[in-house]
């Protein structure tokens, strides 16, 4: 049987090639992508679980500790804050430790950031914030590296599970919080912190793959002379997927923090607004399984730019006009147009890049730049809200930012390489 030969593959962390041990470790990974994929699923059901389990309750977090609008929209603010700057330490610490035991460690500390959250202080509240949203970042920047590295033919495929799961989780987890709060006794820190089994979960999943890739990090070997660190960031495109996956964040990140709030504001039940919030979650997963498919059977993914972003356009304007009787519509047609949205904006990393170096950057900058630009949205929109006393002009603002995130997705999407 003939054997077809390859070219190295460089780490996902770094401009090199695996030493022999690391080789034979992923040649030994590799050879059992079921256990691979049990590992990338399981981390992508954390990368939002976290983050959905505080917005039905926020209500109740905010009378515990006798919060106004503005510091309430901290509770999501801060973790999605350190999304951004965690993503500023995650390719170093990738290339210094591996990607894989650095997966492992942030699954660990979302678990440990989750329960401290929990705790009844308003310093653990915010202070667990800071851990979920710095493991999450970690999480979010090096796995779309580990999939170019891991699977360059299937990097598209890969893309719309690994985004499938990152929402299923947070859907099951919108959908689960109440309940789960009514069914532990009536506490919102029981039904914040049952969320670290989870974690806990994940990271068991992944110590195996841990365990079978050691030892690369002790002898890797510089495969090819390293390109300046800031070369990203000195490229057009790079800043045009960059603002794309900020803008997409933050029309996301306003709605994971206020959707049940605006619902309850208008008359509706709490109960009636967590299940109308985890059916939004629910169908980002369609979104976000099919546009990545699309996205890479097309040399322009300038079609999905217009819409993703239509379709989260016509759902906010329903928001602002009839928030309560065309809920379930705007629901839908926004969770649509999120999944879409996201998965276009990873995909959009890994197709713009060459390799897994570039792309391990590329996702670096844009998770840096896209999440400290989303991270005002929330506090953003709650101070707005708080100033006027009504939804209608945070909800233009973002009307605003849908359209810049259109006339820039459409420079990102172009047939074109970092």
């Known amino acids: 049987m003939r054997t077809e030969s390859r070219p190295p593959v460089l780490g996902a962390e770094a401009d090199v090639l695996p030493s022999p041990r690391g080789a034979a470790g992923r040649r030994a990974l590799l050879a059992h992508p079921a256990l691979l994929l049990v590992g990338i699923v399981l981390a992508s059901l954390n990368m939002r679980a976290a983050l959905a389990s505080v917005s039905p309750l926020v209500g109740e977090i905010a009378a515990a500790f006798g919060l106004s609008s503005t510091a309430s929209s901290l509770v ?33 500390l979302l678990g440990a950031g989750i329960l401290v959250r929990a705790l009844p202080s308003v310093y653990a509240l915010y202070g667990g914030g800071v851990l979920v949203g710095t493991a999450i970042a970690l999480l979010n920047v090096l796995m779309p590296g580990l999939i170019k590295r891991d699977f360059p033919d299937r990097a598209a495929s890969m893309t719309s599970l690994y985004t499938g799961a990152m929402i299923a989780g947070a859907t099951v987890v919108a959908a689960a919080s109440v309940p789960l709060e009514e069914a532990l006794g009536g506490g919102w820190e029981a ?59 933050l029309w996301s990140y306003v709605l994971i923090a206020w959707m049940p709030t605006i619902f309850t504001d208008h008359g509706m039940s709490r109960s009636t ?39 989260v356009a016509a759902g906010y304007a329903g928001l602002m006009t009839a928030p309560v009787q065309g809920a379930w519509l705007w629901s839908a047609l926004l969770g649509v147009g999120q999944g879409g949205a996201v998965g276009l904006a990873l995909t ?24 400290l630009l989303a991270a005002a949205g929330p506090l953003a929109a709650g101070a707005v809200h708080q100033a006027t006393g009504s939804w209608t002009v945070p909800i ?4 605003c930012v849908c359209a810049a995130a259109l006339g820039v997705g459409l420079l990102a999407a172009r047939d074109a390489k970092v």
Request: proline share 5%.
């Open 396 to 399: 233009v603002l973002v009307l």
């Open 273 to 311: 607004a967590g299940v109308i919030f985890a059916f939004n979650n629910l169908i980002q997963v369609a979104g976000a399984f099919a546009v990545p498919l699309l996205a890479g059977r097309m040399r322009t993914q300038r079609p999905l730019v217009v819409l993703v972003t239509a379709l």
């Open 191 to 249: 039904s914040l912190g049952f969320w670290s089994l989870l974690a806990a979960l994940a990271a068991l999943a992944w110590l195996p793959q841990v365990l079978i890739a050691r030892g690369r990090t002790e002898h890797e070997v510089r495969a090819v002379p390293a390109a300046p660190a800031r070369s990203v960031w000195r490229s057009a495109l790079a800043w045009q997927v960059t603002l794309f996956m900020g803008l997409q964040s």
């Open 76 to 108: 999501t603010s801060v973790p999605v804050l350190f999304l951004g700057l965690g993503a500023l330490v995650a390719p170093w610490l990738g290339r210094r430790f591996g990607v894989e035991p650095v997966l492992l460690a942030a699954l660990v």
């Open 348 to 371: 959009l990393i890994v197709l713009r890049s060459g390799d897994a170096v570039t792309a391990s950057r590329l996702s670096g900058m844009a998770q840096t730049v896209g999440y």
